[in-house]
């Protein structure tokens, strides 16, 4: 089967610009995160979509990010205006169902360089 | 609040010689506990799991971790490493008990095995 799809896969703008990135979950799953991946971090989940409900998105800097998953399928990231300190590698996952011990799959993730 | 640490950021072992990478928890509930694998310019896979049973819980090629609840720690080990292990490890943990799938990560470990 198909894994997560995301692009871009890199992305270089300028600070005080906006960015958006778009994932494609797995067919089927009903659940679709969005991590930060800041270098010499582990991931940190940003927002968590339940079919096209948010469940969580107590992590998201709401003043600049926003995430959308309309029709419960894809889902876009925007960040507007982005600041240096965004600079990171965003990965989209998706599970089936929303229940702990569901695998979360991971997307190849969008490299995000602010300069 | 939960946190995962990873002390060890990078491990340089020959080929063929053993390996552990180290992971300690913190958690005031139960816990399922996770190791993913991350090689260069891919996503994050799931290596194994440990959801309940068995406190030894091993992967398809050779990787095998322990969960110990007194030392709160899921140590990966793998008794012979290949070229091919090169990449970078990171620990998980799961609330079993909470409201959603979150998952949250350690800083991650590099493997470096060299020849």
């Known amino acids: 089967e198909a894994g997560v799809a995301q692009s871009p896969r890199y992305k270089i703008i300028e600070k005080r610009q906006s960015v958006a990135f778009w994932c494609n979950p797995i067919?089927?799953?009903?659940?679709l995160y969005w991590y930060q991946q800041i270098l010499g971090q582990g991931p940190k989940l940003l927002i968590q979509?339940?079919?096209?409900?948010?469940?969580?998105d107590s992590q998201l800097p709401k003043d600049r990010f926003s995430a959308e998953r309309l029709k419960g399928v894809d889902s876009t990231l925007k960040i507007q205006p982005a600041k240096l300190e965004d600079s990171a590698v965003y990965l989209c996952a998706s599970s089936l169902v929303d229940r702990r011990s569901s695998e979360q799959y991971f997307g190849p993730g969008t490299r995000l360089t602010v300069t | 609040a939960q946190s995962v640490t990873q002390l060890d950021s990078q491990v340089p072992v020959f080929e063929e010689a053993p390996v552990e990478l180290r992971c300690n928890y913190s958690?005031?509930?139960?816990?399922?506990l996770f190791w993913y694998v991350q090689y260069p310019n891919q996503g994050l896979q799931l290596l194994l799991k440990?959801?309940?049973?068995?406190?030894l819980v091993e992967s398809i090629n050779g990787f095998e971790a322990e969960f110990n609840k007194s030392q709160t720690s899921f140590h990966l080990r793998k008794p012979s490493v290949h070229i091919s292990d090169t990449a970078e490890y990171f620990c998980?943990?799961?609330?079993?008990?909470?409201?959603?799938?979150?998952?949250?990560f350690g800083t991650g470990t590099l493997l470096a095995v060299q020849p």
């Open positions: 979509f339940q079919n096209n409900g948010v469940v969580d």
């Open positions: 958690s005031s509930v139960s816990v399922y």
């Open positions: 998980a943990v799961s609330d079993n008990g909470g409201a959603t799938n979150k998952l949250i």
């Open positions: 067919s089927g799953h009903a659940t």
């Open positions: 440990y959801l309940s049973g068995s406190t």
